[in-house]
């Protein structure tokens, strides 16, 4: 659909993505194959969970049916072991000119629409996209309103890790144990989920931008547009640098890979309905973790279009964002910056044909 304004049908679709390929031109010479750059050290060291677990292993089912209401399939992301062999591999065939996986001829995004499914969270609306208001609560004020501890306890509990304040895990487990407010405990355990596993920045440490974001979901804000941010973002500094730590979400990108490959993983044909949970079955899925980076390198470079079903099954038709008023790029804002999206390069992947936008 144009930016959350208006739906278009297919033929719509087709019709202005032909358009602009006239006018602009195909950006990419014909025969062109994406070369791997140098070797990217990618590292996904991760945070320790396991109190986490516990903690929600202890909660009852009212607790938790009030967590689900409010913040979807977060609790499945806290039993998702990262495979960081095959996280590595997979990270030396990011696009950075495109934002998308390219295996050969093949191009994969990442896309809204999957990311909302994954963890079933609502859809975009327009007047509720995340963005950092100039006005916006201090620090301060934003993690008094989200754990009830008052002010003194706030400011001895902010710290400093480089150029960013943040406040501790074992601060906030304090909360989560101890509240006598349902309500306060359930939010304080979300925002830990985002700042350990979601944005794992400082490990141990939710990070103040963390903050910022989970300060405007109470409002209806759809986080997915800003994690997607964030994970391009961060391949993209690694990419660029040949090195670094991947500060994005793994457990959501390896599912998301997963989903694509059914047709390798010999699953059979399956009805989804809007009640499945993707992360849920992934979690009771047991998946060989014995796969070296190598042999992982072997598989991907050497991918067919065959091999690929190229629309995730549990994503069941619907609306999709492909472009934002006559750009055929999106600006997604993430919690430390912005970065373009290219959703004309989904279409594939939902049954139609692929157009590659000029950068």
């Not at 979807?72 to 806290?78: H, Q, R």
């Not at 993707?278 to 050497?302: G, H, N, Y």
């Not at 549990?314 to 006559?326: A, M, N, Q, T």
């Amino acid at each position: 659909m144009g930016f959350l304004d208006k739906v278009e049908d297919n033929a719509a679709i087709q019709i202005w993505s032909e358009t602009m390929q006239q006018e602009k031109g195909d950006s990419l010479t014909e025969g062109y194959i994406f070369e791997l750059w140098d070797f990217t050290r990618i590292s996904v060291t991760q945070n320790n969970l396991q109190e986490l677990k516990e903690i929600w292993d202890q909660w009852n089912e009212e607790d938790r049916q009030l967590f689900y209401s409010n913040y979807w399939d977060l609790p499945y992301l806290l039993d998702m072991k990262v495979d960081k062999h095959l996280f590595q591999a997979l990270a030396q065939f990011w696009n950075l000119t495109y934002s998308c996986f390219t295996f050969e001829k093949v191009d994969l995004v990442l896309t809204i629409e999957e990311y909302m499914v994954l963890l079933r969270c609502s859809k975009i609306q327009v007047n509720r996209i995340y963005s950092r208001a100039v006005n916006a609560l201090t620090l301060l004020r934003r993690l008094m309103n989200i754990t009830g501890m008052s002010e003194q306890l706030v400011i001895a509990r902010i710290k400093q890790k480089g150029d960013n304040k943040c406040i501790s895990w074992r601060n906030l487990k304090e909360v989560v144990l101890v509240h006598l407010n349902v309500k306060k405990r359930v939010d304080v355990f979300a925002l830990s989920i985002y700042g350990l596993v979601i944005f794992p920045k400082a490990l141990g440490h939710v990070d103040e931008a963390v903050t910022y974001l989970f300060d405007h979901l109470d409002k209806g804000v759809t986080p997915v547009p800003t994690i997607l941010a964030e994970t391009f973002r961060s391949l993209n500094a690694c990419r660029r640098a040949g090195e670094g730590k991947f500060i994005g979400c793994a457990q959501l990108l390896l599912v998301w890979f997963h989903s694509y490959f059914w047709k390798v993983d010999k699953v059979s044909y399956r009805v989804f309905s809007e009640n499945y949970s993707p992360l849920k079955e992934v979690v009771a899925t047991p998946r060989r973790d014995d796969i070296s980076m190598e042999k992982w390198m072997a598989i991907l470079q050497s991918l067919q279009e065959e091999d690929i079903e190229w629309r995730a099954l549990w994503l069941l038709p619907d609306e999709i964002l492909y472009r934002c008023g006559d750009f055929d790029w999106v600006p997604l804002l993430g919690i430390w910056g912005a970065i373009g999206y290219a959703p004309l390069l989904v279409l594939r992947q939902y049954k139609s044909r692929q157009f590659i936008p000029a950068t």
